[in-house]
């Protein structure tokens, strides 16, 4: 089973004219991969992909697959709020050659507790690959209680999480210490304090600039240098705090068009970066890109 560890990139899916421009998004693949990342996730979030058509994901999937191939593991997000939907997506989806999936709560419905544990069972059931949770309340509009993420992680087939419960640091531990979950930030901001907790890494979109960096920093935690890992947080949570400034990933991209990686754009109802904090960006960036 793939260690789902280090610093992984949930990666942006660039637009030209509003479609997918997929030898920018190869490009940018082949920039992450030179500047050291352990993992890629492909249509999370970041991915913006419920503006895309299944067609399309498959197409950002095979894109970054041909650039990707053995040099690191791929994950590929799977979103719903039907189960038995979702199932049937999985099982068109299990021959694609991915490390897993990234499956988040079922949004906007709401379930009980018992709902999303019994959701995630019948996916788990459903599929012969690792499946990491993804608890984000402030998007699924349900949190994943402690209980339940306990209750999850005795199961085999549930690897990992990406967490993403906000300053919850009670339950961040708990999800560290209680289970044999591989416990991933989904906090930027947090990542410094999940190593020092005990977690594995991060799924970082920040981490689309110099990737190196969050990379490093994980380095010294584990090898007991926590000064400068702090100072290497602390240089970063500034920057890390300025990309989510506005709705992701409008920063981002806005970031990475200045530095000739992709186009800029977004699938309404996303949005670009405003005039003010490209501002901002531009003013910041060559510092980061200089650390």
Not at 155 to 176: M, W
Not at 245 to 265: Q, S, V, Y
């Amino acid at each position: 089973m793939t260690a789902f560890q280090g610093i992984w990139v949930p990666l942006i899916t660039p637009f030209r004219n509003n479609q997918p421009d997929l030898a920018a998004l190869q490009r940018l693949t082949q920039h992450l991969l030179q500047q050291g990342v352990d993992g890629l996730v492909v249509c999370g979030t970041t991915g913006e992909p419920a503006t895309l058509s299944h067609d399309e994901q498959l197409g950002v999937l095979a894109a970054v697959r041909e650039v990707a191939g053995e040099q690191c593991p791929l994950v590929f997000g799977v979103g719903g709020n039907d189960t038995a939907a979702m199932l049937e997506q999985l099982r068109t989806l299990e021959r694609e050659p991915v490390a897993g999936w990234l499956i988040s709560a079922p949004y906007y419905t709401r379930p009980s507790q018992e709902g999303i544990r019994r959701h995630f069972e019948a996916l788990a059931a459903g599929t012969e690959k690792p499946i990491l949770l993804y608890n984000v309340p402030y998007r699924s509009g349900v949190a994943m209680e402690t209980a339940t993420l306990l209750a999850l992680a005795q199961n085999p087939r549930i690897a990992g999480i990406k967490q993403s419960a906000g300053y919850d640091l009670d339950q961040l531990s708990a999800l560290i210490h209680d289970t044999p979950l591989q416990v991933l930030s989904g906090e930027d901001a947090l990542i410094f304090t999940c190593a020092c907790l005990g977690g594995q890494g991060a799924i970082a979109a920040a981490a689309h600039i110099r990737p190196d960096l969050y990379r490093r920093m994980l380095a010294h935690v584990r090898a007991g240098e926590l000064e400068a890992a702090r100072r290497l947080h602390h240089a970063l949570l500034p920057w890390t705090r300025l990309l989510f400034a506005e709705p992701n990933p409008a920063a981002i991209k806005a970031a990475l068009a200045m530095m000739g990686l992709i186009p800029d754009g977004l699938r309404l109802p996303m949005v670009e970066a405003s005039e003010g904090l490209r501002r901002r960006i531009e003013q910041v960036l060559p510092a980061v890109l200089a650390l």
